[in-house]
């Protein structure tokens, strides 16, 4: 059958599936209580064992872990087995903390590249490819994750990583990449640096899929991202605790297929706990049902999205989680009012003066918060007459009202004046912290 990898596993009946999930839930819990002495730790904390994890819905019976968890316990204290049976590290750069190291088996690195390869596959990626890898190598686990993936379905790896972007964009045009897999807010950095260099990635490159993730981004993104390319934008979605680089959206674009065989995904509220309905927004929860060196149970990742158990006009079967709204730290509370940072991205990318590039300042006058959304205009937004500028800033700072319900103060810059990311842009800076 086409347009699967796995068609078997892909398209499975959802009761076959529910009985593999609890067969491989019943197996990871007694295997951690077996070989992680946090895990057996954690359980006997929270009046449970094993034996009483005795079908899916007795999930909600297991302690949740964390983030906090991997670092109290740096580096390797949660992990299951011991350092021979580890190929691999990776490593999060603890930009927020100590760093939190991950660990994988050879069977671990194996499933990794095979829910890429189901992933690759589902937007019509295969061996006549050329997968452009711009995610960066190393301990970030984007660059290896999409390699590996990549490679399983036969394609051919670009392994450019991160920077040097002219010598992207020739290799881009010289190898036929036909699919670039990095972070969007570098793919729109690659756009400008392609259009100085003369070079319209529509008509002078074979591109036609972009797999971006890393890092929130917006539906209004990817329509500029396609409109000024032609290409299809494909999100994608992962974090290293539960390997790195894991799920993409089938070319449906309705969602992000997570592979139930290998993960238990819960959405849950954040202040109670308990699971939302279908389509509401929560927190979402992972345990790993397939994955041996650090196995996860009930983790805490901290994004927000919503989950949907409706089979997918793909065929496929397995849940799906909707784009991802930021993670619950990314939220900004600015005068009691939550504001997340993909909020205002979606209003910014609406408005066609607004250049691609944008950030959010943060600062305390006094006893009051002060937003600032300091906007990069395009050149044709550009005006040298301040009458136009002080009408652009108006109508930025009303739709923003409207959306956010706070007032920002907006700052309206020159193009090509806000630093550029190569990997994870960072969108915030916030004064009152510090
Ligand atoms: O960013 C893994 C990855 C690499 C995913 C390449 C996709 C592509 P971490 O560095 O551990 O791992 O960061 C994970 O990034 O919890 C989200 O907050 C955010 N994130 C990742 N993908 C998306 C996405 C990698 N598609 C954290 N949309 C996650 C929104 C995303 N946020």
Redesign the pocket.
């Known amino acids: 059958m086409s347009g699967y990898w796995d068609p078997h596993i892909e398209r499975m009946p959802l009761k076959d599936l529910h009985a593999l999930q609890e067969d491989r839930l019943k197996s990871i819990v007694h295997y951690v209580y077996d070989h992680s002495a946090f895990y057996r730790r954690r359980f006997k904390e929270a009046g449970v064992e094993p034996g009483d994890i005795r079908s899916l819905s007795d999930v909600t019976k297991l302690p949740f872990t964390r983030k906090i968890d991997l670092r109290d316990n740096y580096p390797t204290g949660m992990f299951s087995l011991p350092r021979s049976e580890v190929v691999r590290y990776h490593v ?2 603890g930009t927020t903390g100590k760093p ?1 190291v991950v660990g994988y088996t050879k069977g671990d690195i194996e499933t990794w590249s095979e829910s890429l390869a189901r992933a690759l596959t589902s937007i019509g990626l295969g061996r006549d490819d050329v997968v452009q890898v711009g ?1 960066g190598y190393g301990l ?4 290896l ?2 390699h590996y993936g990549a490679e399983r379905i036969g394609a051919a790896v670009l392994p450019t990583s991160t920077g040097n972007t002219e010598r992207q964009i020739e290799l881009m045009m010289d190898l036929g990449s036909t699919a670039i ?1 990095c ?1 969007p807010s570098y793919f729109l950095h690659m756009i400008e640096v392609a259009e100085k260099m003369g070079v319209s990635i529509r008509n002078d490159t074979q591109l036609k899929a972009g ?7 917006s539906l209004e993104t990817r329509k500029r991202i396609e409109d000024a390319t032609g290409i299809n934008a494909y ?7 539960i390997s ?3 799920f993409t959206e089938c070319r449906e674009k309705n969602g ?1 297929h997570v592979w139930g065989d290998m993960f238990l995904t819960e959405v849950l509220d954040p202040k109670t706990g308990e699971p939302v309905e279908d389509g509401e927004v929560g927190e ?1 929860v992972f345990t790993t049902l397939h994955k041996f060196a650090l196995p996860l149970i009930r983790y805490k ?3 927000l999205s919503m989950l949907s158990t409706e089979p997918c006009e793909c065929g496929r079967t397995h849940p799906r989680i909707m ?5 619950t730290d ?1 939220m900004l509370i600015i005068r009691g009012i939550n504001v997340f940072p ?1 909020q205002v991205e979606s209003v910014l990318m609406k408005i066609p003066e607004v250049g691609d590039h944008w950030e959010i300042i943060v600062d305390r006058k006094g006893p009051l918060d002060v937003m600032t959304v300091r906007v990069e205009l395009t050149q044709s937004g550009f005006s040298d007459k301040i009458a136009d500028l002080m009408s652009l800033k108006k109508r930025i700072s009303k739709e923003l009202k409207g959306v956010l319900n706070i007032a920002a103060d907006i700052d309206l810059a020159e193009p090509g004046t806000i630093p550029r990311s190569m990997g ?1 842009a960072k969108r915030v800076t916030d004064n009152r912290k510090v």
Request: aromatic letters at 12%; glycine letters at 20%.
């Open positions: 999060s750069s939190t995610y970030f686990t984007g660059g994750g999409l897999a972070t797999i971006f993730g890393a890092e929130p981004w999100d994608i979605y992962g974090t290293s605790e790195g680089p894991l992000i979402l990742i901290g994004d784009r991802i709204l930021g993670r990314d993909s994870k």
